[in-house]
């Protein structure tokens, strides 16, 4: 059996041995199995090649004048980590074998030995060499790759010390210290937003996985000295086969100029809304005008045309509306006079309001009246999320159908629902229904007018208020609506 099962491979060996006959007897085994052998006559000698060039295989013997085998082991595995190091020893006691295991030897020869002998040991350090040449091309692959990634990258293990990262992440989060190869978290960034994240992730079951996303602060804003820069970090577990979590993946990208860009959009949309709603609300109220008869008498042909163009304009007036409440909620305005609220006021008085529209539908709608706690909220944000889902469960519930609002306390929160007996949403769709112009629509609810922003507005103000919102629904059974905020 050949030493080298690959010929086009040629291992480069160093053979250290203050034994003349060793020496050449190894050099003589070693070369005619396609090896590249050098030799070297002390332990000094043997350092002076490792500096020059780099073997594979070292073979080394223990015991020699000045320096000695366990001196150029340590050496070896401190310089030359991915290099093997055989030990060729006549003092093989436990107490030696045991130190130079400790130092990296990777087996040993008790002197004397037989050519069958070295090749066996010698051929698997040769497998080794390769396999640490595999792991070392792809560590170096991977070193390149994650380098030219255009976002940070932040790799820990299960007790938060750093593994991997990449020149991008320093710059990102303004650090310019020494080295973070295999330094804890805290030597990166103290950032809690940033290590909570991590410690999520690290804290997972066996075979559970989540992506945790969060926006970061750099180093220089949270000393003080922000250049307006975004941050946004994603961590993920990475784990073995088994689904243990072995440590935290965190890549992290630089969102300034997304958020630039949806500073300018808000901007420019809040600009829009304002020139148009003056002109929008004094045509509605021309034609208000035309169709009360003011302006003179209108046949019946008139007066269908303007009844049209109205709920147009009027569409587009609610529409600028709400625009500018998503303008308002962007610039954190939308929450401004917080104070103790009684959420079963504005129920009983929302639900008495709209008695009169869900009246021309045939429709049911009931409060369910309970002893609520006060809450500390802003009176006309409420008024709105509540006015919203009430509207939407009359517009989506056909004739004859049933709206039930009910309070009622779970804990620390009051929970307000809004359930209906109206068209139901696909389950497709069900996740959707919050985000900005998305309308669920179906043959019986395409005709419903509507801007797709009443839902997304009522999100932002219920999570302004440390709340949130849940819909539950089932297509041809109906929907709930389901607000909790903190008392």
């Known amino acids: 059996m050949a030493l080298i099962e690959d ?14 006959r060793i020496r050449e007897g190894c050099f003589k085994i070693l070369i005619k199995e396609n090896c590249l052998v050098d030799m070297a006559e002390s332990g000094e000698t043997g350092l002076k090649m490792l500096a020059e060039k780099h ?48 130092k990296g030897a990777f087996d040993f020869i008790p002197k004397p030995f037989t050519p069958d002998q070295l090749r066996v040991v010698v051929s698997k350090a040769v497998k080794m060499t390769r396999t640490l040449q595999d792991i070392a091309t792809e560590k170096t692959r991977l070193k ?31 650090y310019d210290g020494e080295p973070l190869d295999d330094q804890p978290l805290s030597a990166l960034t103290t950032d809690e937003t940033l290590t909570g994240m991590i410690d999520s992730i690290l804290g997972l079951k066996v075979g559970e996985f989540k992506v945790l996303s969060a926006e970061i602060l750099p180093r220089d804003s949270v000393e003080g000295l922000s250049d307006e820069r975004y ?16 440590g935290s993946v965190t890549i992290i990208d630089d969102i300034t ?13 809040s600009m829009v809304a304002h020139e148009i709603r003056g002109p929008l609300s004094t045509v509605l109220s021309q034609i208000k005008i035309l169709m009360d008869g003011l302006a003179g008498e209108l046949g019946a042909k008139q007066a269908d045309i303007l009844g049209k163009i109205s709920r147009k304009v009027g569409g587009l007036v609610e529409l600028t509306n709400e625009l500018l409440d998503l303008s308002r909620i962007e610039a954190g305005l939308i929450v401004q006079d917080k104070q103790q609220v009684q959420l079963m006021d504005i129920l009983d008085s929302l639900v008495g309001f709209m008695q009169a529209r869900a009246k021309e539908k045939n429709i049911s709608l009931s409060l369910k009246k309970a002893n609520l706690p006060l809450i500390n909220a802003d009176t006309k944000s409420m008024e709105e ?6 509207t939407n469960a009359i517009n989506y519930t056909p004739e004859g159908g049933k709206i039930t609002v009910a309070g009622a306390v779970t804990g620390d929160f009051v929970d307000i629902g809004i359930t209906d007996t109206g068209y139901g949403i696909a389950p497709d769709e069900l996740p959707r229904i919050f985000e900005r112009f998305y309308r669920a629509k179906t043959e019986k609810t395409r005709s419903i007018v509507g801007t797709g922003l009443g839902l997304p507005i009522v999100k932002s103000i219920v999570e302004a208020h440390n709340g949130t919102i849940k819909a539950e629904s089932k297509e041809g059974v109906g929907s709930t609506f389901s607000v909790r905020l903190p008392i």
């Not at 941050?231 to 072995?246: D, H, M, Y």
């Not at 999320?385 to 009430?390: E, G, K, T, Y």
């Open 7 to 20: 010929q086009t491979y040629q291992p480069k060996i160093l053979v250290i041995d203050d034994e003349k």
């Open 55 to 102: 073997y594979d295989i070292i073979l080394t013997d223990l015991m020699m004048p000045g320096i000695g085998g366990m001196e150029v082991l340590a050496k070896v595995r401190e310089q030359h980590p991915d290099s093997v190091s055989i030990v060729i020893t006549g003092f093989a006691t436990l107490e030696h074998s045991i130190e130079a295991m400790k």
């Open 144 to 174: 390149t790759i994650v380098n030219y990634l255009e976002g940070g990258v932040l790799v820990t293990d299960m007790t938060k010390t750093i593994i991997l990262y990449n020149p991008t992440l320093l710059r990102m989060l303004g």
């Open 231 to 246: 941050l946004r970090a994603q961590s993920v577990p990475f784990q073995n086969r088994s689904g243990e979590i072995l």
């Open 257 to 269: 100029h997304l958020k630039k860009l949806d500073e300018m959009k808000s901007a420019f949309v």
């Open 385 to 390: 999320v509540f006015s919203n889902l009430i």
